[in-house]
């Protein structure tokens, strides 16, 4: 047995290996299925009808992933890791063969409720388990690799999709899961070892409860407000109160609670605030990107839908290729001047996307992800680190779990404000003009820009170097 406290030269690092590929296939899985069905929902909808009730496809399985990460996070500090990830891996399998079985819309959105439910536990864990596993010098690597996955497998989503849908059938989408997960659980069963204390703490089930409501319905009135009903709506008028109103509640009942599920010292730590607001913008940021490039290519430069998600794929190619540099980085100058260099590259690809017009080349906005890409492997992994460094063993899962609900988040707030920009300029939803779309997408890219320099501020608010707690890998956590 190998501890995580082992040194570079002890020689388990295939056992290790095996651990790390099975968060990387996790990973994968649940970043695939966030965008995996875009290119195949007039084929669902086709076979299962439903069409104006497509987008909850979406919503709820992202709504589903945002509210249960804090509660995973908060267990898996009471219980350990393993148990938490190996559960959502079950539950992300299992709404994944409902889904592929699925008879209607109605059934098929819930079950992708099912699978948000597994991805939100796997999604924080996947860092934790790096956390605890590898030390703060390993996981300049490793996070590079975790990145990679995840911005590689959302952009290439949108291709597998179309492949499934127009060669063999749609259910594939989602039935091609149930091998992948089977692995991945697998080798987490048999190479990853966990020797640390079950709390006897009890759960704080009422704080869980007003969490995922509060949150829930937060997050519902952003991602569906302006789609689904109107932004002055009684709907989005009750979401937004009821919910603010719940989590008021929450506030109240976790700062009484011995076992809170989001402790308040949450918001105190000046290094967890920087990093979960980096995180929030990146979410925005990302998902702007993805969603508007390849609309902006395909109605405004008159690509094919190939070359438009070609285009945007320049963000997850510079990604992962910085992701990896900014291990060196900041282990050479600290996690403040790598975070800083990362959102100035972010700000500047931003700002480069306000000479996209009508006439650019597709290389240029290719270009100007590729920029993007860049800075946000610079800027997010750091800063996820250097948060984790700020944690022992029993508070890094609920340290992890703030900055993925911040990203999650971030999502859905970049999709309200995002919406609301380019449908104020359009007449005609169903037809918008180039021109129009050419305006709109153009506001986009300035909102951006204004989310880019909020990120670079709260970069140079991180701490310059880590503390004690990081130095080695804990030793709670083994490779077997």
Known sequence: MATGTASPAVGFRSERGAILASLMLATGLIALDSTIIATAVLTITDSLGGFAMFPWLFSLYLLAQAVTVPIYGKLADMVGRKPVILFGIVAFALGSLLCGLATSMVALIVFRAIQG??????????????GDLYTLTERARVQGYLAGVWASSAVLGPLLGGVFADHLSWRWIFLINLPLCAVAGWMLVRHFTESAVRGTQRIDYLGAVLLTVGA????????????????????????????????????????????????????????VIASSTVSLIVGAVVLGLTSYVPTFAQGVLGTSALIAGLTVGGLS???????????????????????????????????????????????QVAASCFLIGAGMGLVASPTLIAAQASA?????????????????????VGVAVFGAIVNAGIRNPDHPTAGELAHGIHLVFLAMLAMAVIMLIAAATMPGRADHHDSVADDRTTAT
Not at 331 to 355: D, E, P
């Open 117 to 130: 439910i597994g991805a939100g536990a796997i999604q924080p864990m996947t860092m934790v388990i790096a």
């Open 216 to 271: 829930g319905g937060l997050i519902l009135a952003l991602l569906e407000g302006g789609q689904a009903w109107a932004w002055t709506s009684p709907v989005s008028l009750v979401l937004f109160a009821g919910s603010l109103a719940v989590l008021v509640a929450f506030t109240v009942t976790q700062a009484r609670s011995a076992n809170p599920i989001l402790p308040l010292w949450i918001f105190t730590r000046r290094v």
């Open 317 to 363: 190619l510079g990604w992962p290729l910085a992701a990896t540099l900014s291990g060196k980085l900041y282990l050479r100058c600290g996690f403040r001047v790598t975070a800083v260099i990362g959102g100035a590259l972010v700000t500047v690809g931003c700002a480069t996307t306000l000479w996209i017009g009508p006439q650019a080349g597709v290389w």
């Open 392 to 412: 022992p063993w029993h508070e890094r899962g609920v340290v992890t779990s703030a900055n993925m609900f911040a990203r999650s988040l971030g999502s859905a």
